[in-house]
């Protein structure tokens, strides 16, 4: 019996990661397949699932060659002045806008790890530098950095702001300390 429930848990264990990878992926693909999918599907007698994504990403790869080019680079760029003006959603636009960067952009905002103790104990923390000037958002801050430190099992998050001299840089891909932190300490490279 023992020898049966042990294999039960194995199995749980190899099946759940493997499903919930799969059914991720799946709902990605019908995500962006919808995008554009919902508009061709009346078009198509027999719509092939994939045409939506596909689509997507040449209109995606077409917005962004002619976002490098001289009149449409300046009409986007107009649009994105416009964005900034208008209240309320420059708030969000710049949100995204920033956080898309960070991720993805020439400047990424999580390149640096960094760990840090909590003062009087002994306790350390692992984190991203996102900004090192923070006296351009308020000017008594100009000796500390903003440092994102992930919750683990979960997309969220806190941002602390830390005196620079207490931080200590570390030689971590960002992305395994990311893994290491969602982790909760149970992946190593």
Request: aromatic fraction near 12%; include cysteine.
């Amino acid at each position: 019996m023992k020898s049966l429930a042990k294999n039960f848990l194995n199995g749980v264990l190899t099946v759940i990661p493997i499903v919930l990878v799969i059914y991720v992926i799946y709902k990605l693909f019908v995500f962006f397949d919808s995008i554009l999918g919902n508009i061709l599907r009346p078009h198509f007698p027999h719509y092939i699932p994939g045409i939506g994504l596909i689509a997507t990403l040449i209109i995606i790869t077409i917005l962004g060659w002619l976002s490098t080019k001289l009149v449409t680079g300046t009409i986007i760029k107009l649009i994105d002045k416009l964005l900034a003006k208008i209240p309320l959603v420059k708030t969000i636009y710049s949100v995204i806008k920033d956080t898309v960067n960070s991720f993805l952009g020439d400047k990424k905002s999580f390149s640096k790890v960094v760990t840090f103790t909590f003062p009087g104990t002994a306790v350390k923390s692992i984190g991203f530098i996102t900004s090192e000037n923070l006296e351009q958002f308020y000017s008594p801050f100009e000796n500390y950095c903003a440092v994102y430190i992930p919750q683990t099992f979960q997309v969220a998050g806190f941002t602390l702001l830390i005196p620079k001299e207490d931080l200590e840089i570390i030689e971590v891909k960002p992305e395994e300390a990311m893994k290491f932190i969602l982790s909760g300490g149970m992946t190593s490279k």
